[in-house]
């Protein structure tokens, strides 16, 4: 099934030129560039694809759950430039975006110059779009399809000067294998002087703005050792009022069903049973969750 989605065009600021640069392609009719600067104003303001995507991590970690309408999405872009004695008299900022649903893998494709055609493995499907406006494809998934098949493809972007070349390979995300609920859980791994705690969060839908913190108790040494796995999260920690204890708080978003773990590893010498400070976890359209300290049995 082919379709085009349109969406607000809008005008890009594009510079081509910047001491940052660097070249990834040359030939004498264009060259392929990258620019730190000039790709993080315009990431800032392209149209919404209108999917709800969420950043991809790997095919075993992520599912799409039943009642979620939540993807999980790999990008890339590309500046190509040409014309004149430099190859730098014209330019155009390509971006794609590409993720599975339940029946379909789909291909994003946005440009700041209009494009005619996208070619797919050789072949043209003659999809093209006007200037920062999303164009979609859609390749239905092959029946009986498992999650991590990998779907390789070699995209070219024609039209409105050299094509944008791009090569795609993603694992597919398959299907959650059952309902999840919104769930918070601790547990103490190690509690002698070098200790060991471990929280679990899954949540049925997304959240775009989950908070987990909680706190540690009598600190020796440096700062704790956070690790995070799950989600798009931030970990930072603070000593409260001068104490020798620890406040970790993580930040950021989930996705619907997606497991999020953080191990935390810390010296300490407290001698009592309980090596925790409470923990909770909070969110837009979740109660909030609480955990008292942890104890050591």
């Known amino acids: 099934m082919k379709k ?6 809008m005008g890009l600021l594009l510079m081509s ?8 392609e040359t030939s004498t009719t264009a060259k392929v560039v990258t620019n730190s600067k000039t790709l993080a104003s315009a990431i800032a303001t392209i149209p919404d694809s209108g ?6 991590v790997n095919c075993n970690q992520s599912c799409i759950a039943a009642e979620s309408n939540t993807y999980f999405e790999k990008a890339d872009s590309k500046i190509v430039s040409w014309g004149g004695n430099n190859d730098d008299k014209f330019s155009k900022t390509i971006y794609i975006k590409y993720f599975n649903t339940r029946t379909e893998f789909k291909l994003l494709v946005l440009s700041t110059e209009k494009y005619s055609d996208l070619v797919i493995n050789g072949v043209s499907v003659g999809i093209g779009a006007a200037a920062n406006t999303w164009g979609e494809y859609s390749i239905p998934l092959e029946s009986g399809w498992k999650p991590c098949d990998t779907k390789n ?8 000067g050299p094509q944008g070349v791009f090569d795609i390979k993603y ?11 919104t769930g918070f859980s601790g547990k103490a791994l190690s509690c002698g002087s070098s200790r060991e705690a471990e929280y679990t969060f899954t949540s049925k839908e ?8 909680g706190g540690l ?7 704790a050792t956070v690790t995070v796995t799950g989600g798009t999260l931030t970990a930072t920690q603070k000593t409260p009022g001068g104490s020798s204890n620890r406040v970790i708080t993580i930040e950021g978003s989930v996705a619907a069903c997606e497991k999020v773990t953080i191990n935390i590893k810390w010296n300490s010498t407290n001698s009592g049973g309980v090596i925790t400070g409470n923990w909770s976890a909070s969110g837009t359209g979740i109660s909030k969750y609480e955990i008292l300290g942890l104890e050591c049995r």
């Open 217 to 223: 108790t009598n600190f020796t040494g440096g700062d």
């Open 17 to 24: 030129c910047s001491n940052e640069t660097i070249e990834l």
């Open 206 to 213: 997304a959240i775009s703005n989950l908070k987990i913190q």
């Open 51 to 56: 999917y709800s995507l969420s950043t991809y």
């Open 153 to 160: 493809i070699h995209l070219q972007v024609a039209g409105q």
């Open 4 to 9: 085009i989605i349109l969406t607000l065009a």
């Open 171 to 181: 694992e597919l995300v398959g299907m959650c294998t059952s309902g999840c609920e």
